[in-house]
């Protein structure tokens, strides 16, 4: 496959769409569309998660109410495959948290004309010093 | 004002249990609050007059509190360093927030300055009696296997909030009074030696930790 010239777009829009069902917890289970039973991993906070099974176990077991989000940059590069990788640098605050900034990276791998999140990795931004 | 003694507790818990209710309650609500946000912390300070063996000490308390990353499981290693002393809450209201008291205590002696840190377990929201899922006995159990003090709270009311941060500086007064002479202290674990001998591998040095 040959690269997708739409990178950039592909990724704002993935990026808006993830959000808007994970920051919504009614809408929240509809992210196991996203992943694939089998070759979709995740590392959330360093725990590596492979599966739509135990990905969605793990959001659906995050304690906040409520999410809300500020999207300071979404970097993306179209892959060799057809593929698309995202970086995203935001904040999110959770219920009355103070607000953390946080990086996740996403991989979606092209499939029938669309895509699944072949990874995703997630960490807040926090350091070991001040 | 000048003090005698730097002390760091940290409040740890599943999010929800009330650790900054709490912390407030103690605080009387006025309270110096400063949030690092490269670590993530928000901590308190409080002055206070500690009696410990009929003398009266100046201690700075620091309270330090998670910002809410622990909903992520996220607590750097910048959180524990060199804390002295334990809160450790749950939800009396919240099965769960309990269950997870093992794993807290677990995540705590990894990354403490020793094993077996001086710890308070405090089952908070005391004033919620009517929709109490822990009983006081279980909650007592359990703290008493594991060797660890167990006081019912509530940050709303105040009950017990107050003789819980005495009780847990108590602890740390007198470890940090028999640390003194071996030099073992937050922030020095598994490094301890006589200060006083050279810097060599002694074969017969006793356990490097007072705890």
């Not at chain 1, 906070?45 to 176990?57: A, D, F, P």
């Not at chain 1, 960490?123 to 001040?130: D, E």
């Not at chain 2, 407030?24 to 670590?39: C, E, L, P």
């Not at chain 2, 060797?147 to 007198?174: C, F, H, P, R």
Request: with cysteine; proline share 3%; glycine share 6%.
């Amino acid at each position: 496959m040959s690269l997708n010239l739409q990178y950039e777009a592909i990724g704002k829009g993935f990026v808006q769409q993830y959000y808007a069902l994970f920051d919504d917890p009614v809408q929240r289970p509809n992210l196991a569309n996203m992943y694939n039973v089998e070759s979709s991993f995740m590392t959330f906070e360093g725990t590596q998660l492979q599966g739509s099974v135990k990905i969605m176990e793990k959001l659906l077991s995050l304690s906040f109410q409520k999410i809300s989000r500020a999207i300071t940059a979404i970097d993306s590069q179209p892959m060799f495959d057809g593929g698309v990788i995202i970086n995203v640098l935001g904040r999110l605050q959770t219920d009355e948290d103070i607000p953390q900034a946080y990086i996740q990276t996403f991989i979606l791998k092209p499939i029938e004309g669309s895509f699944f999140v072949q990874h995703d990795i997630f960490r807040l931004v926090l350091h070991n010093t001040a | 004002m000048e003090y005698d003694y730097l002390i760091k507790f940290l409040a740890l818990g599943d999010s929800g249990v009330g650790k900054t209710s709490f912390l407030y309650q103690y605080t009387d609500g006025v309270f110096n609050a400063r949030f690092i946000s490269t670590v993530g912390i928000d901590f308190r300070e409080k002055r206070l007059v500690h009696q410990y063996k009929g003398r009266n000490h100046r201690i700075n308390l620091q309270l330090w509190d998670t910002a809410g990353q622990e909903r992520f499981r996220s607590l750097t290693t910048a959180f524990y360093r060199d804390a002295m002393g334990f809160l450790l809450l749950f939800d009396l209201t919240n099965e769960k927030s309990f269950l997870e008291i093992r794993n807290w205590i677990e995540q705590l002696r990894m990354h403490a300055y020793c094993e077996t840190p001086d710890i308070v377990l405090c089952g908070n929201k005391a004033d919620l009696e009517d929709r109490r899922v822990i009983k006081e006995w279980r909650a007592k159990e359990f703290a008493d296997k594991l060797g660890i003090s167990y006081y019912e709270t509530s940050a709303a009311t105040g009950q017990n909030v107050a003789i819980v941060i005495d009780a847990l500086l108590e602890k740390v007064m007198i470890r940090m009074e028999s640390a003194v002479d071996k030099a073992v202290l937050p922030g020095r674990r598994g490094r301890s030696r006589d200060l006083n001998e050279p810097e060599e591998y002694s074969p017969v040095a006793s356990s490097s930790c007072s705890c």
